[in-house]
């Protein structure tokens, strides 16, 4: 098995081992990441590509920063939405990358502002195709 197929395993393996909340999150940040980024020709990369086209480092950096992002953050995401994991997975990809959606736009009120402020350690990143045609993270 080549050292990619191994990455991409991994990577997988490790999303599906994360409690339901947390993989609920991450797949939706994954897919908000591919709903908010384009191709070389404009066209929106969730018209070709889904989650399952991330190379097991991409999707390792995403269950990272998550998993650590929910729990610095987990009394205000539960004031935000309790239970609402895809859309704060959601909020988080579009906030940190600076779009014109997010916590600070969901009447979620302090802790929206707060929850805001937070993402602003993570730097802006997009998704690109790669030569191998797994989706990786530049920035």
């Known amino acids: 098995m080549s050292k990619d197929k191994l990455d991409e395993s991994y990577g997988r393996a490790l999303l599906s081992s994360l409690p339901s909340y947390q993989r609920e999150f991450v797949q939706d940040y994954l ?27 991409a999707i390792e950096r995403a269950v990272s920063e998550s998993v650590e992002f929910m729990e610095n953050n987990r009394e205000d995401l539960e004031k935000a939405g309790r239970g609402d994991y895809g859309q704060h997975g959601h909020d988080f990809f579009l906030t940190r990358n600076g779009h014109g959606a997010g916590f600070w736009d969901r009447g979620y009120g302090a ?5 805001t402020k937070a993402t602003k350690p993570y ?17």
């Open 31 to 57: 897919a908000a990441a591919l709903w908010a980024s384009h191709d070389d020709h404009g066209k929106p990369l969730d018209a070709k590509y889904s989650i399952e086209d991330f190379s097991g480092e």
């Open 111 to 115: 802790a929206g502002d707060r929850l």
């Open 123 to 139: 730097r802006e990143i997009h998704p690109e195709v790669g030569d191998d045609g797994n989706i990786h993270w530049f920035g």
